[in-house]
């Protein structure tokens, strides 16, 4: 298996707080940065299990959520920062099913639109964690949501059907 991805230049150099919200699963952590709250790594579906359909995450978090720092992504070759850029210290696991939300922090007198990011890769390789939507939700006034998804095999190979 691939050794985790380790970047210094990726890591933020820009002075950040944390904060807190709640949410429909309890509380969650994150960074408050640039004028965006951005939440790295919070669940979307339960842990993965191999040639198994995602189950959406409906079960509360015991304590507050970590959502500070980039969690696994999905197994693949590599993440070269050649093609991607400086890229976050992430640990590769099947267990990636993860968003990466920001969103300004300056209160909306409306509903924001999202921009839902789904990286490329031809479904091989990739991570929500090469891309920082920071400027994005800034800049267009937006929540942007990056996901993370199992790639290859693990994703297009789903044994529920033979009932095992």
């Not at 015991?62 to 993440?79: E, G, L, S």
């Not at 968003?99 to 991570?127: C, D, M, Q, W, Y």
């Amino acid at each position: 298996m691939p050794q985790p991805i380790k970047n210094k230049a990726a890591r933020q150099t820009t002075s950040a707080s944390t904060i807190e919200r709640s949410t429909r699963l309890g509380r969650i952590r994150g960074i408050d940065r640039l004028g965006v709250e951005t939440y790295r790594g919070v669940r979307y579906a339960e842990p993965a299990q191999r040639f198994r359909a995602a189950v959406l995450a409906t079960r509360p978090w015991r304590d507050v959520y970590d959502a500070t720092t980039c969690k696994a992504v999905a197994v693949q070759p590599p993440i070269s920062a050649d093609v991607y850029g400086p890229v976050p210290e992430a640990a590769y696991a099947e267990d990636c099913l993860l968003l990466n939300i920001h969103a300004p922090k300056a209160p909306a007198p409306e509903a924001r639109p999202v921009i839902v990011f789904i990286h490329g890769g031809s479904f091989t390789t990739g991570s929500a964690h090469c891309y920082d939507g920071t400027a994005l939700a800034f800049g267009a006034d937006a929540v942007v949501v990056c996901i993370n998804y199992r790639l290859g095999l693990f994703a297009a190979f789903d044994l529920d059907w033979l009932g095992t």
